[in-house]
């Protein structure tokens, strides 16, 4: 360990007791990446924070001796945002999971960040309302995790994503001064500061406590599967359905190869092989509103000719339809050992024409590739199915993940619905934002984060430009043992 952090080290066990002040190489090596393995860092050491008091002492231990520190909840991220760069210190935030209050009169509860996604919405449920932000990883994600990236899932078609359901927030800012913005409803409104920091990725700092809003559970669900001969198709009946002014509450397309790997898994939910592609469709609703939309829907899955139509009869059949979307990451782990998920979002009236091309891109570079997503906000999620261990097959994956990223932009769209930029897509910002754009974006930043030491080298481009970019992917294809930033 390097003097500094030798220090640092010292500083933290002031605070927190000795054995959740991590150093030992074994154990860092879990904190290296998250759920998008490609990338990697080795932190210097990480802290265990398990009160809101602690979380504050710890950030200004890092804003005194300016080294940098970067948040991380359950570690379920995709775009390689909780990865340490610049040999940060990790603060590992799952203890900090208490619910500390549910209001059901003012419909709010205030939670620590650590607190899963699922917990808050089970702890509601008896007061007949819910928590509306689903991430299919909400059995293991964190609120703190959600609010840094602005989580989406299947029923925020309806109900709009993370910050939409994000009322205050109490943030550690970088300089070890304590924030709160907004709060349970009647609080004062002044400048958006919340909306700001949902998003961030966690580089303005460290949120300790959010208020979140909830929704009354709806009266009634109802679940349906159409299943089509091509993806296409799938794509096009999506887009009928909205434009007959329908509006469910989710829509969400799997593939063929999808379907497969789902029905050979765990995750079994009868969904017909034979099939190119299936669309789960959910209503929410009075059961007349329900009755009074299934028609239009119906018809907008046969214009594109589709295989069949099942309804959920009960809540049992319900689950199991869910449990093959649910499942689906999971499931495609089979494939191989590693999986790359990408999160391009395109218009919606295009999305058909863009998986084409993505299926091309796939076919070109010889990678598996394999489409499960939210097509309600033509929000795309192509898997690439890999073995990180072979470097070709690495750089492959890595060389289509980025074209197919370009076909999104190139069609109206844009780099993440969801699952942020993070390290994975920095060097692709260039392609959505000008110059203007990110100097703007650079400076709010430096404003409450002058020294970069809030989850640095994340967001913003490198400076290096794509050309490097591509290189530096090549050099993590080859699993180089090396630290992102040194
Ligand atoms: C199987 C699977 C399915 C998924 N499905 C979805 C989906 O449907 N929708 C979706 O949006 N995402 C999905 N994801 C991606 C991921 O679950 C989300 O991005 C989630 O919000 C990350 O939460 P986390 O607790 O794991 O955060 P982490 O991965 O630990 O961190 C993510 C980012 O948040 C920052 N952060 C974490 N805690 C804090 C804090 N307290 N303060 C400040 N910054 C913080 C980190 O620094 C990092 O930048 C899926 C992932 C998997 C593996």
Known sequence: MRDPDARIARELRRVLPRERVLTDRGELALYASDGLTVHRGEPAGVALVATRAEAVEVVRVFARSRRPFVARGAGTGLSGGAVPARGAWVVDVNLLRRILEVNALDRYAVVEPGVVNLDVDRAVAPHGLRYAPDPSSQRACTIGGNIAENAGGPHCFLHGMTTRHVLGLTVVLPDGEVARFGGPPGTPAGDDWRGLFVGAEGTLGLTIEATLALIPRPERVHTCLASFPSLGGACRAVARIIAAGVRPAALEILDRLTIRAVEA??????????????????????????????????????????????????????????????????????????????????????????????????????????????????????????????????????????????????????????????????????????????????????????????????????????????????????????????
């Open 265 to 486: 898994s765990v995750f079994r939910a009868g969904y017909p092989e034979r099939a190119e592609a299936v669309l789960l469709i959910e209503e929410e609703g009075s059961p007349q509103e329900i009755a009074a939309e299934l028609p239009a829907i119906r018809a907008a899955c046969a214009a594109e000719r589709m295989l069949a139509f099942e309804e959920a009869a009960n809540e049992d059949e319900r689950q199991r339809l869910w449990r093959g979307r649910k499942g689906a990451f999971g499931a495609m782990g089979r494939l191989n050992t590693d999986l790359y998920v990408l999160d391009g979002v395109v218009p919606r009236r295009r999305m058909a024409e863009v998986i084409e091309r993505i299926v091309e891109i796939g076919r070109r570079h010889g990678v598996s590739l394999a489409n499960v997503f939210h097509a309600g906000d033509g929000n795309l999620h192509p898997n690439l199915s890999f073995d990180g261990r072979d470097p070709e097959e690495t750089r492959r994956v890595l060389a289509a993940g980025a074209e197919i990223l370009r076909a999104c932009v190139d069609a109206g769209g844009t780099l993440s619905g969801e699952h942020g930029i993070g390290f994975e897509k920095r060097e692709y910002m260039p392609w959505v934002f000008d110059e203007d754009d990110l100097a703007t974006q650079r400076a709010v930043r430096a404003a409450i984060d002058p020294h970069e030491i809030s989850n640095p080298e994340k967001i913003f481009p490198s400076g290096r430009g794509c050309v490097e970019a591509g290189r530096r992917d090549a050099r993590h294809a080859a699993r180089a043992e090396r630290v992102i930033g040194e």
